[in-house]
Structure formats: C-alpha cells, structure tokens
T-cell receptor
Framework: EDKVVQSPLSLVVHEGDTVTLNCSYE??????LLWYKQEKKAPTFLFML????IEKKSGRLSSILDKKELFSILNITATQTGDSAVYLCAVGVYGGATNKLIFGTGTLLAVQP | EAGVTQFPSHSVIEKGQTVTLRCDPI?????LYWYRRVMGKEIKFLLH????????ESGMPNNRFLAERTGGTYSTLKVQPAELEDSGVYFCASSQGRWSYQRSGNTIYFGEGSWLTVV
C-alpha cells in the first residue's frame, strides 16, 4: 500500500531557528513530491519536486528530493511566527486512470517569539 | 484570480440525513479532485474529474457517496445517508492540466474545505 510518512509529528522552535522537516515515502508509480503549508484552512502550495538532487528555493524555504533513498526534506531558515502551520508532504502517483496525491499526516510547526 | 471555493464551510447534520457539498474550481481548470480528512488521519483521495468525466473514483468509500460535475464546471459531493464516520473535512482541489508534469500550470490548488460533522 502506498505510504507517506512525515517526521517529526510536531515541533516547537523559537524565532530565528532553522528547522528541517522530513518526508519519506513508499509508493508505486511515483511522479512527484509536493509540499504544502496549511495554516487555517486551505493547504497552499510550496514546492513540487520531480528530480533528485535539485534544490528548490523560495525565500527562506528550500526543499530537496532523494529518489534513491525515497525521501525529501523541507528546510526553513530564520523562522518567524508566521511560519507556524502544518506542513504537508504529498506524493503524486500516476498510472492508467490514477492521478492522485498520497498525503502524510503532516508536521505541526509552532514558532515562538 | 479567484481560488477554489467550497460551500458550505461548515455543516452539522444528524445521522441518516443528506448533505451536499459544492466546489467551484479555478476558472479554466479541467481537473477537479475531492479529498477528505477524517479526525486524526491523513488527507485521502476520493475521486478525480476531467471535465465532466470521472477519471478515477477509486477512493470513494462506499455507495453513500455520489459526486457529479455536470457541464464540467462546478462539482457536488452528496453523502446520503450520512453516518458518524463521515465526519471530517472535505477538500476540493483543481488543476489546469495533468499535474504530474512539472509545469506551474499543473499545480494542484486546494479550497479551504467543507467541515462536516455528523451527530
């Protein structure tokens, strides 16, 4: 069965800290890995990764994928209270009629002032 | 650009009643998805429309759930009759093309969800 596991489940840090969120997966027909940030309601898109070893960056956030070891990390540097959210990792699987995302349970990040 | 909109945002119904959730995707997005998150679990896929056609409904839990997308625009998800275990957040998402290709236009965008509580 397709599976996506995120760690840690929750994390409390102070402003200015750097955090690393982990996502490992076991799926058939891997297509891409996506990171979303969910603050109150709608998950908002952060990154889509399809190739190993290529870092994607957006401001203080960056992410990289390792397709050999089947994992991805999301780094946030110089954290701010506005980074507090649930970070969701999802793996896209595609084959035949299937075209869907397999989600992990998320990592709850709390950034304290 | 308007995002994915869902209605109602919250709904409380009694076991055995019927509820219909509505999703309006981003204009021009042919692909529409339904997902749900029940308490303590991860978000799970329900089904995928391409325009008005059901591409994949392998995640629909049982025949109490019926999804439609007449005309290929908005979609509805009906639960009839609702059971206690149906409580959760129902997310709708849309994308312009087949998301599996790395193009910005194929990113999947989510709505804020419809929170359903069955009592």
């Amino acid at each position: 069965e397709d599976k996506v596991v995120q760690s840690p489940l929750s994390l409390v840090v102070h402003e200015g800290d750097t955090v690393t969120l982990n996502c490992s997966y076991e799926v058939t027909n891997f297509r891409s890995l996506l990171w979303y940030k969910q603050e109150k309601k709608a998950p908002t898109f952060l990154f889509m990764l399809t190739s190993s070893g290529i870092e994607k960056k957006s401001g203080r956030l960056s992410s990289i994928l390792d397709k050999k070891e089947l994992f991805s990390i999301l780094n946030i540097t110089a954290t701010q209270t506005g980074d507090s959210a649930v970070y969701l990792c999802a793996v896209g699987v595609y084959g035949g009629a299937t075209n869907k995302l397999i989600f992990g349970t998320g990592t709850l990040l709390a950034v304290q002032p | 650009e308007a995002g994915v909109t869902q209605f109602p945002s919250h709904s409380v119904i009694e076991k055995g009643q019927t509820v219909t959730l509505r999703c309006d995707p981003i204009s021009g997005h042919d692909n529409l998805y339904w997902y749900r998150r029940v308490m303590g679990k991860e978000i799970k896929f329900l089904l995928h429309f391409v325009k008005e056609s059901k591409q994949d409904e392998s995640g629909m839990p049982n025949n109490r759930f019926l999804a439609e997308r007449t005309g290929g625009t908005y979609s509805t998800l009906k639960v009839q009759p609702a059971e206690l275990e149906d409580s959760g957040v129902y997310f709708c998402a849309s994308s312009q093309g087949r998301w599996s290709y790395q193009r910005s236009g194929n990113t999947i965008y989510f709505g804020e969800g419809s929170w359903l509580t069955v009592v």
